[in-house]
């Protein structure tokens, strides 16, 4: 390729290291890991189903398992992750039904009222059941 600088070291596109973190960033790796994490939730009510459907035994084996503390505290994750996909999903709606939010500013205390709604409603869901 003839008239290409090859002497200049810069990666041709932005690496992490170049970008100042902000909310949006992390809402959107949060986002991801909490889809995942969705995922996982949904293989332990299709467990939780077949123990119910398989008899009283492998119920209580179910049973025993999710009221383990390790139980509960997975449990208390997948409700935050639930409550986090859903914030998040309701602005994505908003951003593509009306299209607003997308400025910084808006976008980044978008990010945070969902990180505090998944806390709070968490908090509240928990401690109220």
């Given at each position: 390729m003839a008239g290409i600088d090859i002497t200049d070291k810069r990666p041709l596109s932005p690496h992490l290291q170049n970008w100042r973190w902000h909310a949006t960033m992390y809402g959107s790796i949060f986002h991801r890991?909490?889809?995942?994490?969705?995922y996982g939730g949904a293989l332990l009510i299709c467990a939780w189903?077949?123990?119910l459907s398989s008899g009283p035994e492998a119920y209580a084996i179910?049973?025993?398992?999710?009221?383990?503390?390790?139980?509960?505290l997975v449990m208390l994750?997948?409700?935050?992750a639930t409550l986090y996909h859903l914030a998040?999903?309701?602005?994505?709606l908003?951003?593509?039904?009306?299209?607003i939010g997308f400025d910084p500013r808006t976008a980044s205390l978008w990010s945070?009222?969902?990180?505090?709604f998944a806390v709070l409603g968490t908090a509240a869901i928990w401690f109220l059941s």
């Open positions: 890991v909490t889809g995942v994490g969705l189903l077949v123990a179910i049973d025993l398992i999710l009221a383990s503390p390790f139980g509960q994750l997948w409700l935050a998040n999903g309701v602005r994505h908003i951003w593509d039904g009306p299209g945070v009222c969902n990180f505090a």
